[in-house]
């Protein structure tokens, strides 16, 4: 199982930052909607981040971790990235697959770039701008520092699931043309995502010259850091604090 249906992001609420988030629908150049959710914060540092779910889509996960951003003065959007195959209504859990078989690199890209904009609100529009996302979403994170038309600062990809395709091409296979920095989280207890394929990432990023940090945390499952069990409670806090640092690192 990717992921634990109740399951909360293991990070506590700040008691410095203050944030509000709202519903939104965003729209595509070609008029394909889906469903997206902004949290401003109060005290923003000049930095966004874009937010890839897993699955779900816009569970109350993402979310919620949208806000915890906010609360250290970072705006963050939550993208579902399916909504053009699965409508707009919040869902729990369904079958994914059929919707996975429909994503393409052109139509994705499109709902990123509308994603982006809307990132773009008040005096925001240039301040350094971050992704981060969990199994396929992290894989996806990757995948769109590989287009050269996003100016982004970083990608983080949480257990990204490297071996699945798009375009007929591995995400793993794509990490050659990654274009910005990474910061990859994964769980070595995750059968998903072998050893071997976290070996072919740092080599591909090294060949492309590309600042990166791939982190390994031993023994930790696959979707580590979703884990209501709070034997991965010291992995999660010590993944918040490395995309902290590594967003603080690559703001410039």
Not at 5 to 19: K, L, R, V
Not at 22 to 48: C, H, M, N, W, Y
Not at 78 to 92: E, S, W
């Amino acid at each position: 199982m990717c992921h634990d249906i109740n399951s909360c992001p293991p990070i506590p609420t700040s008691e410095n930052g203050t944030a509000r988030g709202e519903d939104l629908i965003i729209t595509a150049a070609d008029g394909k909607r889906s469903a997206a959710f902004l949290a401003l914060p109060k005290q923003p540092i000049g930095v966004q981040v874009l937010i890839y779910p897993d699955v779900r889509g816009l569970h109350p996960f993402y979310t919620e971790l949208a806000l915890r951003f906010a609360e250290k003065g970072i705006t963050a959007l939550a993208l579902d990235y399916f909504g053009r195959t699965a409508g707009l209504k919040p869902r729990d859990s369904f079958d994914h697959m059929p919707h996975l078989q429909q994503l393409q690199q052109a139509t994705f890209f499109a709902d990123v770039t509308a994603a982006l904009n809307a990132l773009k609100v008040e005096d925001q529009a240039h301040q350094p701008t971050f992704i981060v996302g969990f199994c396929l979403g992290g894989a996806l994170s990757l995948y769109t520092a590989t287009e050269p038309c996003f100016e982004l600062a970083g990608v983080i990809g949480f257990y990204a699931a490297l071996s699945l395709t798009m375009e007929k091409e591995t995400f793993l296979e794509a990490s050659k043309r990654i274009r910005f920095p990474v910061l990859g989280l994964f769980g070595g207890g995750d059968s998903f995502i072998p050893a071997e394929q976290l070996e072919v990432l740092d080599h591909n990023l090294k060949q492309g010259h590309r600042e990166h940090e791939i982190v390994v945390y031993p023994d930790a499952p696959h979707s580590f850091f979703d884990r209501s069990a709070e034997q991965w409670a010291e992995a999660s806090c010590d993944a918040w604090q490395r995309v902290l640092d590594f967003i603080r690192a690559y703001t410039r």
